[in-house]
């Protein structure tokens, strides 16, 4: 092979290589939605314990689902439409929920009961919220959350 060839040989690999690591970057979006949005928001309680998180003011690609702690503030809003999973705190220890095709379920729980992870997969027409009575914990929808505790 000439020189020539060599370097472009090279050249190809290297542009290859470039595009499969852009590839495989996590992404910071929702996808589809074009936007920079993260598909969830955590409440910042580092200067408020009893601080909410802010329901937010995009548009989901599915609905926004809730995480109440002692029926006053909301620790965590999610994307159902995004999968992912999320862990907060309670009473008790830890829930890790697990968010997959528009649905999601207590995936592991600290607690002595585990009702809420015997629940199974809930979806945005379920009839029944997500209860973890130990951890003091409801998974619902923001439209009730809001109603809930009044923000």
């Given at each position: 092979?000439?020189?020539?060839?060599?370097?472009?040989?090279?050249v190809?690999?290297?542009?290859?290589?470039?595009?499969?690591?852009?590839?495989?970057l996590?992404?910071?979006?929702?996808?589809?939605?074009?936007?920079?949005?993260?598909?969830?928001?955590?409440?910042?309680?580092?200067?408020?314990?009893?601080?909410s998180?802010?329901?937010?003011?995009?548009?989901?690609?599915?609905?926004?689902?809730?995480?109440?702690?002692?029926?006053s503030?909301?620790?965590?809003?999610?994307?159902?439409?995004?999968?992912g999973?999320?862990?907060?705190?309670?009473?008790?220890?830890?829930m890790?929920?697990?968010?997959?095709?528009?649905?999601?379920?207590?995936?592991?729980?600290d607690?002595?009961?585990?009702?809420?992870?015997?629940?199974?997969?809930m979806?945005?027409?379920?009839?029944?919220?997500?209860?973890?009575?130990?951890?003091?914990?409801?998974?619902?929808?923001?439209?009730?959350?809001?109603?809930m505790?009044?923000?």
């Amino acid at each position: 092979m000439k020189k020539k060839e060599w370097i472009l040989l090279a050249v190809i690999a290297v542009v290859s290589l470039a595009a499969i690591l852009i590839m495989r970057l996590p992404k910071n979006t929702a996808e589809g939605t074009g936007t920079n949005h993260q598909p969830y928001v955590y409440a910042d309680d580092s200067e408020d314990p009893y601080a909410s998180a802010v329901l937010p003011d995009w548009e989901p690609e599915g609905e926004w689902i809730a995480v109440v702690f002692r029926s006053s503030r909301v620790v965590l809003y999610f994307d159902s439409g995004v999968d992912g999973e999320y862990t907060v705190h309670g009473n008790v220890g830890h829930m890790d929920i697990e968010v997959k095709d528009r649905k999601w379920h207590v995936k592991d729980v600290d607690c002595y009961d585990y009702t809420c992870k015997n629940m199974g997969w809930m979806s945005a027409d379920a009839l029944l919220p997500i209860i973890c009575l130990p951890n003091d914990l409801v998974i619902i929808d923001a439209e009730t959350a809001q109603n809930m505790t009044g923000g």
